[in-house]
Structures are given as structure tokens and as C-alpha cells.
């Protein structure tokens, strides 16, 4: 997988600082604080009843229910709209590995292969090259939509937008200056959590900070696959199994019989084993001392609704070795019709290497496959582990100066994924050392907010109107 740029090793850094500086002929700094609906904006609701067409149409109303339930709700499964409004603005031509759904809510604690906690990107469904400003002008409008579904003032919105983009240059500008090697092992750990609360100069904040971040990391390890397991399994006459909770688990067995059990799972029997060749040698041995056991669907996320999601239960040396896996069906990402990239044959592999690309460290057992199903339609899939130390944030119990410093910390992560796929001394150059970046895309984020609760007043009136069918879960 490769990502679109103008520059090769023989560029000097002056070069490469220069064509960063030129970037501003195409795109100023400035331009990026205007946003205003466009004459022929497409109908938001088509474009969500575009994405849902393909998916399973019992959990469509699902879906929806989840998006009616806030603005901030309806942003995170509103990354298609925002892909086709940022799309006609004027863009840097500054690409890099875009995340595509930048949302505060895609970045949280992880667990690296050596066990310990970073902080970092965490969907990558929608990854694909792009302008960079792409995910920063998604992540800041977030920042205000969840601001605002905590009752904060403008004044509080704006503030955690401007950390979080100031976060962002500042980030950059120190990427610019570093080795190649350096930026590509950079994390967010432990030590990065602590010099972000170092340099707030609120001492009350930085003791409720503290905790809070602690309590956040003592959560996160106990999100472990032995909890997943006690948690989403039960013991029964043939061992562990799956146990159901419909609509949202649903044990192969329970499922509407369009097809035979036995032909089921046969489909996600090659699935494993489709998958299994795409890891390195060492994790296919790994795997290979795993059997499996039980399969369940399992309703993900808010915009991912709808998607062919499974959960699989091996086991290992006894019902106590358990290894629990997600099998997510990757469909093509909101960006491509807008970026003009290469296409890829599997999107379950570009979700993949988008996400080796920008994450520091991975899961293990991260890979892709192909399946033709019963209905003879082939499908991609990503897989991965179900949990693995995840801690996920809350900004709806955060107060204004802690959703701050998260807006920083997602704000610094972002560019540190950024860097690794994209040139740091062109972006840094581009960005230069005044504001004029961080506040245009306050006002982009103000805009853009605005823009999101009309489309979600519009999402309202569809399922009034019975245009759309949507069901509280």
C-alpha cells in the first residue's frame, strides 16, 4: 500500500519545507474557517440510505436509533456526509494516511504487543490516503459537538478546539525536527500522559486529571480477552459457548435460518482459515493452537451498524485458554469516491495496512480475508482480537478544562500518525508557527457543528415522515 506524495529522498528538508510553505497558494491557512452548505449538496439522508443498502436490513433500524439519540451520536455515524462536504472545499494536496473517521471517540488507550498501555487511533474503517486537514477538521468539529451535548459555552467549545489543533502543529513542528527512524517508534505511553498534565498550569485540574487518567488506565487493563470471555460466555452442556443477547449477540444457532447451521459454519470456518494466511508465520503457529468453537453475530459501534460482524470463540488448551476474535466486514472506505486513489481487490487489507501504517503498535492477530457467502456474494473482512486492554473515553463526563486536555492528547496523537505516512517537514511548514491554523478551524468547527444538527434534525423528520424506520438499542 503506498501513499500519494511529491517527495523522494532526494528532496533536501529546504525543499521539502518549501513545497509545505507553497501548499498555501493552493490552500491558505485561513480558507480552512470557512464552511457554508453547498447549492448542490447531496440529501444527507440518501447518503445514509446509500451506505445501508448493502447491509443487513434487520439491523438497519438500529443503526438509525443510535444516530437519533444525540448530534454527537449522529456525528459518529456521519462520516460519509462529512467526506462529501469536505470533499469540493480547497485542500492542501498535502496527502497522508487519513484515519477518515477521526471522532474523539476513535482514539483511546490500547495494549501494545509488550503489554503496555498507549494511546492512539482505534477505527480505521474508512482509512485511505488524503489531504491531512481531512481528519484535524473532523476531530475539531467533534470536539464541539461533544462540547455542546455538555451544555458548555462557546467560549469552552472554542478552547478545546484550539488545544487540540494547537496540540496538532505544536506536535508537527517537533516531528519536523527528528530523525526518520525516531518519528516511526515515537508512542503516546504512560510518559507522554504525564508530560501532557506537567505542562497544564491548573493545579486543581492537574490533580483531578491525574485521577481520572489513573482510574482510566486501571479500567483499561482489566478489559482484558479473560474478561471479554467471562463477560460475553457461559458454560453449557458442550462447554463454553456464546451466550445471546439479541439483537445485539446473537449465537450462529439463534439465527434466522436463511441458510443451513452447518452451511454457516462452514462460511466462517473458511474465514478463519482465509485470515490465518495473511499473518506473519510466527502468528499463524500462534494460532494454530487455537480451535474454534462457537460464532456469534454481534451488533458494533453506531455507524458500523448493519455490517457483517461476527464474534469467534477458540480455545486453546481447555475452556479456560480462551482467544476471542472480531470478524468485521470492510466495505469500501467514505473517502474513496472523493480522493481518486488507487482501489484495492480486499478492503479488509486496506484496513489493515492503514492501520499498521498510522498505529504505533497493533494486534497480534490483525488481518484480512475474503469470503463468498451463502448468498454467493463475496465479502471482505478485517479481523482482530474482541478487547485487549482498550480504555475508552467518556467526553460526556468530562468538564471543559479535562475534555481540553483530551482534545490535546487526540490532537498530538493524530499528527504523530500523520508523520509516519506523510512528510512532518512539509506539514510543519505548511502549519508555520502562528495560530492562524488552529483558529480557522475553530470556526470550521462551529460551522460544521451547525451544519451536523440540521442533518440531524433532517434524520428526525425522516423517521417521522416514516421515510426511515428506526429502533431505540
Not at 112 to 137: A, Q, Y
Not at 242 to 252: S, V, W
Not at 254 to 283: M, N
Request: glycine share 8%; net charge positive.
Amino acid at each position: 500500500m503506498t501513499v500519494p506524495s511529491a517527495f523522494t529522498a532526494s528532496l533536501s528538508p529546504a525543499e521539502r519545507a518549501a513545497y509545505g510553505r507553497n501548499a498555501r497558494r493552493r490552500a491558505s491557512r485561513s480558507c480552512h474557517g470557512w464552511y457554508e452548505t453547498a447549492q448542490r449538496r447531496p440529501d444527507p439522508i440518501e447518503v445514509i440510505e446509500d451506505q445501508s443498502a448493502d447491509r443487513m436490513p434487520e439491523l438497519v433500524p438500529i443503526r438509525y436509533g443510535r444516530m437519533l439519540e444525540s448530534p454527537f451520536r449522529f456525528y459518529r455515524g456521519a462520516a460519509a456526509i462529512m467526506a462529501a462536504d469536505l470533499a469540493p472545499l480547497p485542500n492542501t494536496g498535502l496527502q497522508v494516511q487519513l484515519c477518515g473517521d477521526a471522532h474523539p471517540l476513535n482514539f483511546r488507550l490500547l495494549a501494545s504487543p509488550e503489554r503496555r498501555l498507549v494511546f492512539d487511533i482505534n477505527d480505521f474503517d474508512e482509512t485511505l490516503p488524503g489531504p491531512f486537514e481531512w481528519d484535524v477538521k473532523r476531530l475539531a468539529a467533534g470536539f464541539v459537538t461533544a462540547g455542546r451535548a455538555n451544555g458548555f459555552s462557546r467560549k469552552e467549545q472554542n478552547s478545546t478546539v484550539r488545544a487540540c489543533v494547537r496540540a496538532y502543529r505544536e506536535r508537527m513542528r517537533e516531528f519536523a525536527g527528528m530523525r526518520t527512524l525516531d518519528i516511526w517508534y515515537a508512542q503516546d505511553d504512560a510518559d507522554r500522559l504525564r508530560e501532557l498534565l506537567a505542562s497544564s498550569n491548573d493545579k486543581s485540574l492537574d490533580r483531578e486529571t491525574r485521577r481520572r487518567t489513573a482510574e482510566a488506565a486501571a479500567r483499561a487493563r482489566t478489559r482484558t480477552h479473560l474478561r471479554a470471555f467471562e463477560k460475553l460466555t457461559r458454560v453449557t452442556a458442550e462447554g463454553r459457548r456464546i451466550a445471546p443477547d439479541p439483537p445485539l449477540i446473537t449465537p450462529l444457532a439463534q439465527l434466522a435460518a436463511d441458510s443451513s447451521t452447518a452451511g454457516r459454519e462452514k462460511e466462517l470456518q473458511t474465514l478463519v482459515d482465509g485470515y490465518a494466511r495473511t499473518l506473519p508465520s510466527e502468528r499463524r503457529h500462534l494460532l494454530r493452537h487455537y480451535r474454534l468453537v462457537d460464532m456469534a453475530r454481534k451488533v458494533v459501534g453506531v455507524g458500523s451498524v448493519g455490517t457483517r460482524c461476527w464474534v469467534l470463540l477458540l480455545l486453546g488448551r481447555d475452556d479456560d485458554d480462551p482467544l476471542l476474535l472480531q470478524a468485521k466486514e470492510a466495505q469500501e472506505s467514505v473517502l474513496a469516491a472523493h480522493t481518486g486513489g488507487e482501489r484495492y481487490d480486499n478492503q479488509g487489507r486496506r484496513v489493515v495496512a492503514g492501520q499498521r501504517l498510522m498505529q504505533t503498535t497493533g494486534d497480534i492477530f490483525l488481518g484480512w480475508t475474503h469470503v463468498v457467502g451463502l448468498d454467493g456474494r463475496g465479502r471482505d473482512f478485517y479481523v482482530r482480537q474482541l478487547w485487549d486492554w482498550k480504555g475508552i473515553a467518556r467526553p460526556e463526563t468530562m468538564g471543559p478544562g479535562l475534555l481540553s486536555l483530551f482534545g490535546r492528547l487526540c490532537g498530538a496523537s493524530l499528527a504523530r500518525a500523520h508523520a509516519r505516512s506523510g512528510d512532518p517537514l512539509a506539514l510543519a511548514a505548511y502549519l508555520g508557527g502562528s495560530d492562524r491554523f488552529d483558529r480557522a478551524l475553530t470556526e470550521f468547527a462551529q460551522s460544521y457543528a451547525d451544519q451536523n444538527e440540521r442533518d440531524f434534525a433532517a434524520l428526525e423528520a425522516a423517521r417521522r415522515s416514516g421515510r426511515i424506520r428506526a429502533k431505540p438499542m
